[in-house]
Structure formats: C-alpha cells, structure tokens
C-alpha cells in the first residue's frame, strides 16, 4: 500500500503507541491489517492469532441474523459477544482474560473491525437443519 493510501489512517507510529495498548482498537484506528497490527496479534494470541487473520483473509467469518459463525476446517462454531461454543474455548482458555481467546472469537474481533464479516440475511438455526 502507497503512502497516499494511508494518508487518512494512523501513521506507524501512532499505530505503535495504539497497538501498546490493544491490538484492537489499533486494527479499528487503522481499518487495515498492518505489519505492525498483525506483529501485535500473533506476539499475544501466537498460533490462534495466525488462525484468526487466515480465516478472515478467507471470508470464513459469517453473520447471520440469530449467530456469528466461524467456519472451521472440520465444522463451524458460534460465537456470540465474543464467548465460542468450541472445545479450546470451553476447556483450555480463562474466560475472563481478554488475552485468552480461540482463534474464532479473535476472527470476529478482526473480522467486525475490518468489515470484513460475510452478512447472511438468514437464521443461522434455518441454515444449520441443511448442513
């Protein structure tokens, strides 16, 4: 991306200091996914980080009018007010650490600052009897 691109957005600098604080409202400051943004979220979230931004980058983050859905690559998993209904979220993770997510919910959390959530005009309950 050239500079003029960026011209309305944060500078790197100033995502710096934004990123120091949350990745999150770095990533809403700048509506891109930046070295320096993405550095932040795989420096705090490692593996599940990664997962998160490759699910994003493949449209897998889906909104539909009862759920949000991450399509995994076995099956999908709801996420609702940034709480997972998969394993590592129920098992491995404390729910009260905002640093401690599964890569589903960090997808929303990308995916909702980017506008990058795919919107389904449907109940995803409707969908689900299909699958």
Known sequence: MDADARSDGPSDEELADLVAEDWRTALEAAGEL???IV???IGT?????RRAIEAVSEERVKQ???F???????QEHVVEEGNCDCEDAAYNL???DPDERCWHALAVDVAERLDRVDHHDMWYSDVREFL
């Open 64 to 66: 539909y009018r009862d």
């Open 34 to 36: 930046r070295p320096v």
């Open 39 to 41: 550095e932040a979220i």
């Open 94 to 96: 404390d729910a009260e």
């Open 45 to 49: 979230h490692g593996t599940r980080g």
């Open 68 to 74: 949000t859905v991450v399509v995994g690559h076995r």
